[in-house]
């Protein structure tokens, strides 16, 4: 099993920069891709940015150039650097991590973080 440890969020105004921060702890062999994803209120959960270890970094087009993904491989952990944050980034967010465990690869998910983005 793999638990991932999540912090940061909270409520700014439009503009405004939080980071969030993810650390993964458990049994696995290694980390194949750690990233986020988010949910706003009454919507389906979308895919923010995804870091490939040894590979790419992708976002989603909404956040494109605004927020950045930051992997600490010795920790195990990612963050997200939100910049220039809009009211439409209001949701809650989840770290996400595909590791190669004992068994299989699998996903994991932390346990949400909210981001509230006033106008």
């Known amino acids: 099993q793999v638990q991932l440890v999540e912090s940061g969020g909270g409520l700014v105004q439009a503009g405004g920069s939080l980071r969030l921060s993810c650390a993964a702890s458990g049994n696995f062999f290694s980390i194949i891709a750690m990233g986020w994803y988010r949910q706003a209120p009454g919507k389906q959960r979308e895919w923010v940015g995804t870091?490939?270890?040894?590979?790419?970094?992708n976002y989603a087009d909404s956040v494109k150039g605004r927020f950045t993904i930051s992997r600490d491989n010795a920790k195990n952990s990612v963050s997200l650097q939100m910049n220039n944050l809009k009211p439409e980034d209001t949701a809650v967010y989840y770290c996400?991590?595909?590791?190669?465990?004992?068994?299989?690869?699998?996903?994991?998910w932390g346990q949400g973080t909210q981001v509230t983005v006033s106008s």
């Open positions: 996400h991590t595909r590791a190669d465990t004992a068994s299989s690869n699998s996903d994991y």
């Open positions: 870091d490939i270890s040894g590979a790419d970094t």
